[in-house]
């Protein structure tokens, strides 16, 4: 006789849709971000003008955009109104003043001028170029390039966020150390999600698959958004980090959705979970304690023996043809995997848009799941962080 305890936290009726948006727009604010850094990557004509900057021994103060807000904070300097070329832009760097590009960065607006900036705008910069730079892009919320003739490098300020680009012979070895990392990484998620698989469908999940699986494919994100920061400095020459499976963002996505799965609603907000995971430092991650209390289960421990269930977000999103919206309907409706699974074909048809086909096709799925799953053997895994 099995004497585990079960654990099971039935989900409350709440808008899904608007929880997960919670989350996408975590997600949505990091691929704005690098949006902006692919600006200057290897291989526009902005980083031309730049490297010939650098080449130069030159410094430079580049204001992206010409906004009425940030032409009226200039002054002197000459209005300029010409075509952006790279080679145009290293010569104008030579003088003292900062650069107006257009917003689409096509021409070259002004040239020369100083910049008027805000005393009372924090900067935690100490030279007086990079400090503008910061102050004039938090004032103005254009995007600010400083290049440092000192160090030969390049400083990106976006509001409030800043990022420094890296040598050419650092970016390369980091780069390949990620995606030997990555292929390790995802082989481990793969697995910790077969096992999850496995424990799901024959009703024995314990806090190690939950955490593990969750530590595992958050692993996997982090390092595939690292990679992607190489991509983008790299540019150009970045062709062969793009060799990941093309589907490892989904993979990644539905990996996730273990949280959406186990945590505790009583506790903690969906995306207020989701923020903790993401935030969580890479010692963090692998003691796996911090995963145990984001989740709501701070009062026990991985030798605990429970037993957990599901509420089926991760395996209703791995049958194909099946929205997300529609998995949300489900959930809702059944609040548990196993009700889900034990439910006949007109049960199924109790949830709004589901119809016999597509009630057929989830009772077919989950069979085969079923059928197919096997307990997976334990992967150990080398950690690099």
Same mark, same amino acid.
Not at 241 to 270: A, F, M, W
Not at 316 to 327: D, F, Y
């Given at each position: 006789m099995d004497n585990r305890n079960f654990v099971c936290y039935t989900l409350k009726n709440i808008d899904g849709v608007i929880k997960l948006r919670n989350f996408n727009l975590i997600k949505l604010k990091e691929n704005d971000f690098d949006k902006t850094l692919k600006l200057v990557s290897p291989g526009t004509s902005l980083r031309e003008g730049i490297d010939y900057i650098i080449q130069g021994k030159n410094g430079g103060?580049?204001?992206?955009?010409?906004? +009425? %807000?940030? #032409?009226?904070?200039?002054?002197?300097?000459?209005? &300029?109104n010409c075509q952006f070329s790279p080679t145009q832009l290293a010569e104008l760097a030579k003088m003292d003043g900062a650069i107006i590009l257009s917003s689409d960065m096509k021409r070259i607006v002004r040239a020369n001028v100083t910049l008027r900036i805000n005393p009372s705008i924090s900067s935690n910069e100490t030279g007086l170029r990079h400090k503008a730079a910061e102050k004039f892009s938090k004032d103005t919320g254009q995007i600010v390039l400083a290049v440092s003739r000192r160090r030969n490098t390049l400083t990106l300020y976006s509001?409030?966020?800043?990022?420094?680009?890296? $040598?050419?012979?650092?970016l390369l070895s980091g780069a390949n150390q990620a995606f030997l990392s990555l292929s390790l990484y995802i082989k481990a998620? !793969?697995?910790s999600a077969s096992s999850l698989n496995w424990a799901?469908?024959?009703?024995?999940?314990?806090?190690?698959?939950?955490?593990?699986?969750?530590c595992d494919c958050e692993r996997v994100r982090r390092t595939e958004e690292e990679l992607n920061r190489?991509?983008?400095?790299?540019?150009?020459?970045?062709?062969?980090?793009?060799?990941?499976? @093309?589907?490892?963002? !989904?993979? &990644?996505?539905?990996?996730?959705?273990?949280?959406? $799965?186990?945590?505790?609603?009583?506790?903690?907000? %969906?995306?207020?979970?989701?923020?903790?995971?993401?935030? #969580?430092?890479?010692? !963090?991650?692998? @003691?796996?304690?911090e995963i145990i209390n984001a989740l709501g289960f701070s009062n026990l421990d991985l030798s605990d023996n429970y037993a957990f269930? +599901?509420?089926?977000?991760?395996?209703?999103? !791995?049958? +194909?043809?099946? @929205?997300?919206?529609?998995?949300?309907?489900?959930?809702?409706?059944?609040k548990s995997l196993y009700s889900i699974r034990t439910a006949n074909i007109d049960e199924l048809q109790n949830v709004d848009g589901i119809g016999e086909t597509r009630a057929l096709a989830i009772k077919e799925s989950l069979t085969q799941m079923k059928t197919g799953a096997s307990q997976p053997t334990i992967m150990t895994l080398p950690v690099f962080e």
């Open positions: 103060l580049i204001v992206i955009g010409d906004t +009425p %807000e940030v #032409l009226n904070l200039t002054e002197g300097g000459f209005r &300029i509001q409030t966020q800043r990022y420094q680009f890296r $040598d050419r012979t650092i998620m !793969q697995n799901e469908l024959n009703d024995s999940v314990t806090l190690e698959n939950v955490v593990t699986a969750i190489y991509r983008i400095e790299l540019g150009t020459e970045a062709q062969s980090l793009h060799l990941v499976p @093309s589907d490892l963002t !989904q993979e &990644i996505d539905r990996g996730l959705l273990s949280i959406k $799965d186990y945590y505790i609603q009583d506790i903690h907000e %969906e995306n207020e979970v989701y923020e903790k995971i993401f935030g #969580l430092d890479a010692s !963090q991650l692998t @003691s796996k304690s269930e +599901p509420r089926g977000y991760r395996m209703l999103s !791995q049958i +194909p043809h099946i @929205s997300m919206k529609v998995v949300e309907r489900i959930v809702d409706h059944f």
